[in-house]
């Protein structure tokens, strides 16, 4: 991957936290938010966070890209069923993937928008806020 695909979509801030939205180049987005000190989740593993969100948590670490000294936790939308957006895939994704359809493409799937994962965002932190000591 080279740097300049790593970047974020989206950097926004819902009710005093951050959150943020990768495009990753295979063609699916990535939601973060960064933990508040004083939450029980901070510096917990992603499997130990009882927070719904698509997927499950599938990231939790003390940097994000450049940002450092902090806990970030994050989802994915790479699941069966969700599908690939071509507007965000790197030219050399969308080659190899382009006559592999099977692959990326389900008749019953969904195409997670920024829009959705801000969302799902807002609502995990919604959560969240309620675990605030």
Known sequence: ????D????KEFTYKGINAFVRNIPMGYRCGYIE??????????????????IHGGFTYSESYLLDKRDSWF???????????????IMGEK??????????????????LWTE???????????????SYIK
């Open 1 to 4: 991957m080279k740097r300049e």
């Open 115 to 129: 829009e959705m994962v801000v969302n799902e965002l807002m609502r995990a932190i919604d959560s969240l806020i």
């Open 6 to 9: 790593c970047k974020f979509a």
């Open 73 to 87: 936790i994050g989802f994915d939308c790479a699941h069966l069923y969700d599908l690939k957006d071509e507007s």
């Open 35 to 52: 933990v508040p000190k004083d939450s029980k989740f901070f510096g917990k593993r992603y499997d130990d966070i009882d927070i719904d």
């Open 93 to 110: 994704e969308r080659e190899f993937f382009k006559d592999r359809e099977l692959f990326y493409q389900h008749e019953n799937g969904v």
